[in-house]
């Protein structure tokens, strides 16, 4: 039997220098606000660096140009690189790309890979996915109404999306619409791959939201709202088979909720280290406040939760690299709402402890949480990923044929008389 918590050696060097470098080299850029060529000039010798040492695109297969990792070394990796929301950039493993590689390597045809992924692994181009639609619950993406419509060998889209990340700084998009509205539930849409600039693609605006109230245009991590009015796509547009694009949403999203869950941990982490940090020096009431038993419970829960939630999301990694995605459903589905829990929970008790320069945005606090709040949404909202946690858990589980609970004591013991009337008659009378 194994039962294995250690970290190959050779891979844990990987690690280490990964941790020293994201933190001296990549920490400190997210002080500037750079646009998005900027950015991209910036990070472009980093990432050189991260492709000699053979730490880049790992989430792929090494013919695709990626290491072929697996979900646990990925997930591992994903910890360290989510301390920065810049981190995944700068080693090639950024949502939504990481995912759209995954679907272009699972159901591309030759010339699409041509085209579009290896720019894509290259860090050449850069692309988004369009799922969400504004007057449609993206919870449940059996209710889509963009349509794709055959026209000629090719097709026409139109529809309304949004929330579509880096939609105005991406080169692509991949676009799911309707195909076949009579269809079955699951088999109405198809994916497209769409050119940013294609004519009746419009991005309209970056959606000012909690995380970035005052959107700048043209820099990296927008959300865009997006409308497609005639957008004319050729034959080769259409990715894997007509009806299959809940079946690719759904491949595509499994070892995705892993790496965000292990960039959660790593937003934890740091949140935790600040907390732990202001706790050993911040004096008030004749005490440093690690000394005061709310605050030190603060920290012993949050050093739980973060555990629990890393043991949690690799047996959930590990599951899906023994098993496959479809066997590891219910530990996906418990590491997306439990995970989102506790990177909010873990920051809001470092803002508390701060006070008012957690408040402020003296510090990365501030921002975080109101990036954090947006973990309970995205990917599928908590109570749709819970709803599916129960619905896995109930399946074990059948009415009893008496409607009696089986654990009714009377009951128990009646049966347990019975089974063993011999030896209580043996030794009925005896003290
Ligand atoms: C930061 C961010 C980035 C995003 N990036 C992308 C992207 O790149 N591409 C993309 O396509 N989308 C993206 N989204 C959209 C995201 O996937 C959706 O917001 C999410 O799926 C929820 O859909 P909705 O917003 O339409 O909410 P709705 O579906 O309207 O849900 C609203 C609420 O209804 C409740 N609810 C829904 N279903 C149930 C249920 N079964 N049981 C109980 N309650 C329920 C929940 O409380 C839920 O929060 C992003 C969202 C955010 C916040």
Redesign the pocket.
């Known amino acids: 039997m194994t039962w294995e918590f250690s970290t190959d050696p050779v891979f844990q060097k990987k690690l280490d220098w990964m941790r020293e470098f994201v933190r001296n080299q990549v920490w400190p850029l997210e002080t500037l606000q750079l646009t998005w060529p900027q950015l991209r000039h910036v990070i472009a010798p980093l990432q050189q660096e991260v492709k000699a040492r053979e730490l880049w695109a790992a989430h792929l297969d090494p013919e695709l140009g990626g290491q072929g990792y697996g979900q646990v070394k990925l997930g591992l990796m994903h910890e360290i690189l989510g301390s920065s929301p810049l981190g995944p950039l700068v080693f090639g493993c950024q949502a939504?790309d990481s995912g759209n590689a995954e679907i272009l390597a699972a159901v591309g045809t030759e010339e699409q890979k041509l085209r579009w992924l290896e720019p894509l692994l290259a860090g050449a181009m850069y692309s988004?996915?369009?799922?969400?639609e504004p007057d449609n619950?993206?919870?449940?993406p059996t209710n889509l109404t963009t349509t794709a419509v055959r026209d000629g060998a090719g097709w026409v889209l139109n529809g309304h999306?949004w929330?579509?990340?880096n939609a105005s700084t991406s080169d692509f998009m991949i676009v799911v619409a309707v195909t076949d509205p009579s269809a079955p539930r699951h088999r109405r849409t198809s994916q497209f791959v769409v050119p940013i600039g294609a004519p009746g693609l419009d991005v309209v605006r970056d959606i000012a939201s909690m995380?970035n109230p005052r959107p700048i245009e043209n820099t990296y991590g927008s959300?865009c709202e997006v409308l497609l009015t005639d957008v004319r796509l050729g034959p080769e547009a259409l990715l894997g088979n007509i009806g299959d694009g809940f079946l690719i949403s759904q491949k595509r999203l499994g070892p995705g909720r892993i790496h965000h869950s292990m960039r959660w941990i790593g937003q934890a982490r740091r949140a935790f280290d600040m907390l732990c940090e202001r706790a050993t020096y911040r004096y008030a009431h004749g005490s440093v406040l690690a000394d005061k038993q709310t605050v030190r419970n603060w920290i012993a829960d949050s050093a739980a939760e973060i555990q629990a939630l890393e043991l949690m999301t690799l047996q959930a990694a590990w599951k899906i690299d023994e098993y496959g995605s479809a066997a590891a459903r219910k530990e996906i589905a418990l590491i997306k709402y439990y995970g989102a829990k506790t990177l909010h929970d873990v920051i809001d008790r470092a803002i508390q402890v701060h006070g008012s320069l957690g408040y402020s945005s003296d510090l990365p606090l501030e921002s975080m949480y109101r990036a954090a709040r947006?973990a309970r949404?995205?990917?599928?909202?908590d109570?749709?990923h819970r709803?599916s946690v129960a619905r896995l858990c109930l399946r074990e589980y059948e009415a009893p044929a008496d409607n009696r609970p089986s654990e009714h004591v009377p009951t128990r013991r009646q049966q347990a008389k019975a089974r063993y009337a011999d030896v209580l008659a043996e030794f009925a009378g005896q003290s």
Do not use: M, N, Q, W
């Open positions: 939504p988004s996915f369009a799922l969400t619950a993206g919870a449940d999306k929330f579509i990340s995380e959300h947006a949404l995205y990917d599928g909202p109570e749709v709803e």
